[in-house]
């Protein structure tokens, strides 16, 4: 069984418009949550991280979490057809050492 | 550049030979980390180091594989008698230790292996 599950796309949307990317985990003791970009052939980039319930922003991205439902979602606002990669889904237990990865959502931006 | 280094980038091998990647992590990061990516997959986790000690290794890191960090510095993670299953993506990431959530983990580039 996954421990982190993102639908892998493609989600197509239209330059301008929000791209909700969506994700749930299965370990009820996950503390940290992180999502991640990745454009084709590179490594991972750092968007955001959320550690509490509720929601953080940062620029054009929204970061959301709710640990009772065991899930984590990532908006981006005004979409850019530089936004098209794959966001990665992190999660982390505790104060401790590594991430579990979701597979990914690849997100299209279409002009 | 004082981000996560990876070396090499890109290694063509043919199966049955050795291959070393090496990584330096960012300077005062003491924990190092070890992922391997394949097509349409998310990293997977391979170990961890703390300082110089491997403190945890993953299932999927087979017999064939070891990875050191004799300094407390560099890693480097070693793949003997390889396979066609083990071309991918190898990634490096390290981060400083600390905080009730723990500290941002950042990759270097990657190594791509193709084993022909």
């Known amino acids: 069984q996954k421990e982190v599950e993102q639908n892998s796309g493609p989600l197509s949307v239209p330059e301008g418009a929000i791209a909700s990317l969506n994700c749930t985990y299965s370990?009820?003791?996950?503390?940290?949550f992180f999502w991640y970009r990745q454009y084709s052939g590179k490594s991972p980039e750092l968007i955001m991280s959320?550690?509490?319930?509720g929601d953080k922003e940062d620029g054009r991205f929204t970061a959301q979490l709710n640990k009772a439902s065991q899930y984590v979602s990532l908006l981006i606002r005004d979409s850019q057809p530089s936004d098209s990669a794959t966001y990665l889904c992190a999660v982390r237990e505790g104060g401790g050492n590594k991430l579990t990865f979701g597979t990914g959502t690849q997100l299209k931006v279409e002009l | 550049d004082t981000g996560v280094s990876q070396d090499p980038r890109h290694k063509i091998t043919k199966r049955g030979q050795n291959v070393t990647f090496r990584c330096d992590p960012i300077?005062?990061?003491?924990?190092l980390y070890w992922y391997r990516q394949t097509l349409g997959q998310g990293p997977e986790f391979l170990t961890y180091f703390q300082n110089e000690a491997q403190l945890e290794k993953s299932r999927l890191l087979s017999d064939r594989f070891s990875a050191e960090r004799p300094k407390g510095s560099f890693s480097t993670l070693e793949i003997q008698r390889t396979e066609q299953g083990d071309s991918a993506m190898y990634l490096c990431?390290?981060?400083?230790?600390?905080?009730?959530?723990?500290?941002?983990?950042?990759f270097g580039e990657g190594s791509w292996l193709t084993v022909v």
């Open positions: 990431a390290s981060s400083a230790q600390g905080g009730r959530y723990g500290n941002t983990i950042y």
């Open positions: 959320i550690y509490s319930n």
């Open positions: 370990d009820r003791v996950s503390q940290s």
């Open positions: 300077s005062e990061h003491n924990r």
